[in-house]
């Protein structure tokens, strides 16, 4: 979306996947989480910054 900052969508994408995982927890109903992603020439810079954030936040528990 135009306008969006990239630290703003890893913040909330964090704190959705927080409760994801308090919701697992409490029900034991488990919720997959699938990222759709457009890049383009003015936002292939944070294709790293994504792949970073996600081998050493999501796969590291």
């Avoid at 927890?25 to 954030?53: I, P, R």
Wanted: charged content about 25%.
């Amino acid at each position: 979306m135009k306008g969006v900052r990239f630290e703003e969508v890893l913040s909330n994408l964090k704190k959705f996947i927080q409760l994801r995982d308090e919701h697992f927890a409490s029900t034991g109903e488990y919720c997959k989480v699938t990222l759709q992603l457009t890049f383009m020439q003015n936002n292939m810079h944070e294709l790293e910054k994504l792949s970073d954030w996600l081998q050493n936040t999501m796969w590291t528990e």
